[in-house]
């Protein structure tokens, strides 16, 4: 009777140890949900060194863990932290994991930290799904082709400031990681924003009066020297120069776009930071 109970008592301890990571030596488990509900558990690295700016940078665009999937309670922000902390404490890259709280929100974001030796420290973000990113499309003139399909940058700079917007901007664009520059940013940003909203008012009115047009010489015969055959002719000069125009502010628009980068939406005011080493 005795063995059974010995062998249960051995199997609890096992599953144990699966759900609840020993913390020893150089890793540290923290009170925040990590991958599939286990708490986040970072591994440091005791020869990693503080980097500078540009290392933090190439380190980044090296790494993978942007290209990982987002998956809702399973693989979330503090995930992917977790795993660009981890990556680059192997790499020899001294990196923090940070957990933000956004004032008036239940949930917060999770984003990782380096404390440069150039620049001081720096928040980074490689959550890449979760963010939600802003798409400013530009809409399409009449019988355009639609464009390629845009890739997004996953990994970018975290603008983290208690009692500030948590912001971001694209690493493609290389941005200054100060937060001076972010409110820069985002003044172009919303300079853009109403550029576009402008834009697509024109190319809609553009469009509907394409439709009129084609509707009303549809199917007729108009009469060289006309007045009819006049006013087809001036109205079809109009919209070819009115064509000529919105061409010429798209690709002004499309040029500040690809400057701005992948745009990502601002997550609200920072409440609290807390930086994990």
């Not at 974001?109 to 001081?120: C, I, K, L, P, Y």
């Not at 024109?202 to 394409?210: F, I, R």
């Not at 919209?239 to 061409?247: A, E, F, H, R, T």
Request: net charge negative; with cysteine.
């Amino acid at each position: 009777m005795s063995r059974p109970g010995a062998l249960f008592a051995l199997m609890a301890a096992l599953a144990l140890s699966l759900i609840v990571p020993a913390c020893q030596g150089n890793t540290q488990q923290l009170p925040y949900n990590g991958t599939y509900g286990f708490r986040v558990v970072l591994q440091n690295n005791p020869a990693a060194a503080d980097p500078t700016w540009d290392q933090v940078v190439a380190f980044l665009k090296t790494d993978r863990t942007d290209e990982m999937e987002y998956v809702d309670e399973d693989f979330m922000c503090g995930s992917f932290a977790q795993d660009v902390h981890n990556n680059a404490e192997k790499t020899g890259i001294r990196a923090a994991w940070v957990g933000v709280d956004l004032a008036g929100q239940p949930i917060g974001h999770a984003v990782n930290a380096f404390n440069t030796t150039d620049r001081g420290l720096v928040f980074t973000d490689s959550t890449g799904q979760t963010a939600e990113e802003h798409r400013l499309e530009l809409h399409k003139l009449e019988a355009e082709a639609d464009g390629g399909v845009s890739v997004t940058e996953g990994d970018r700079v975290a603008y983290v400031e208690k009692g500030r917007e948590l912001g971001f901007i694209s690493l493609s664009v290389n941005p200054s990681p100060e937060y001076a520059y972010y409110e820069s940013y985002s003044a172009m940003r919303r300079d853009f924003e109403e550029k576009v909203a402008d834009f697509n008012k024109k190319v809609e009115a553009y469009n509907a009066e394409v439709e009129e047009f084609n509707h009303w010489v549809g199917g007729t015969t108009f009469i060289a020297g006309s007045s009819e055959a006049r006013r087809v002719a001036e109205w079809k000069g109009r919209l070819q120069m009115s064509l000529y125009l919105l061409k010429s502010e798209e690709a002004g628009l499309d040029k500040e776009k690809a400057d701005l980068g992948p745009i990502w939406e601002p997550m609200g005011t920072v409440s609290n930071i807390d930086v994990r080493w």
